[in-house]
T-cell receptor
Framework: EPEVTQTPSHQVTQMGQEVILRCVPI?????FYWYRQILGQKVEFLVS????????KSEIFDDQFSVERPDGSNFTLKIRSTKLEDSAMYFC??????????FGNGTRLTVT | KNEVEQSPQNLTAQEGEFITINCSYS?????LHWLQQHPGGGIVSLFM???GKKKHGRLIATINIQEKHSSLHITASHPRDSAVYIC????????????FGTGTRLTIIP
């Protein structure tokens, strides 16, 4: 069965650095999402992406964050000038029209 | 007040027991998801429903739109069902901008 693939599985970075989290969605899916889960808290929506542009974003998704689909297969989340509170598990997901979401296994980001 | 409330927060049961996890929400929705989060953190979609009832194997999900309530049932529970079960709601169409519940941690004892 096709899978959503996320890399790396764990990323450690220093405060102030930029990180790029990578995702390869399922190939025929049209909708792409990033969610995050701070340790011990509930999952939160960050952003949705459709037709090569952001379709919706949460209050969390400020100018520090950006998303890109650079080559038709990868879907990336860039976090600039990371802060300690950005430490979380970041999940990528994709879906086709009105179909269930497929999640990746997540990238655990640790900001030190 | 959270828009999505789940109960119970924790549930421990013996293998074979019938399990029910509840989800109540306070907003109008276009769909509701039940998700399973494994101990390693990965998330798997179990159901997406907007009305009625869905069944997959030993899992059954129901939703009552008028009462803004959904339930996830597991029949003949097994230790491998131990996980966190998360309810999440979608308030618009065509976009999975989901609002998540805090999850129910289920432990099935052999």
């Amino acid at each position: 069965e096709p899978e959503v693939t996320q890399t790396p599985s764990h990323q450690v970075t220093q405060m102030g650095q930029e990180v790029i989290l990578r995702c390869v969605p399922i190939s025929n899916h049209l909708y792409f999402y990033w969610y995050r889960q701070i340790l011990g808290q509930k999952v939160e929506f960050l952003v949705s992406f459709y037709n090569n542009e952001i379709s919706e974003k949460s209050e969390i998704f400020d100018d520090q964050f950006s998303v890109e689909r650079p080559d038709g297969s990868n879907f990336t989340l860039k976090i600039r000038s990371t802060k300690l509170e950005d430490s979380a598990m970041y999940f990528c997901a994709s879906s086709h029209m009105e179909s269930p979401l497929h999640f990746g296994n997540g990238t655990r980001l640790t900001v030190t | 007040k959270n828009e999505v409330e789940q109960s119970p927060q924790n549930l421990t049961a013996q293998e074979g027991e019938f399990i029910t996890i509840n989800c109540s929400y306070s907003v109008g929705i276009s769909a509701l998801h039940w998700l399973q989060q494994h101990p390693g953190g990965g998330i798997v979609s179990l159901f997406m429903l907007s009305s009625g009832k869905k069944k997959h194997g030993r899992l059954i999900a129901t939703i009552n739109i008028q009462e803004k309530h959904s339930s996830l049932h597991i029949t003949a529970s097994h230790p491998r069902d131990s996980a966190v079960y998360i309810c999440a709601v979608r308030t618009n169409f065509g976009n999975e901008k989901l609002t998540f519940g805090t999850g129910t941690r289920l432990t099935i004892i052999p």
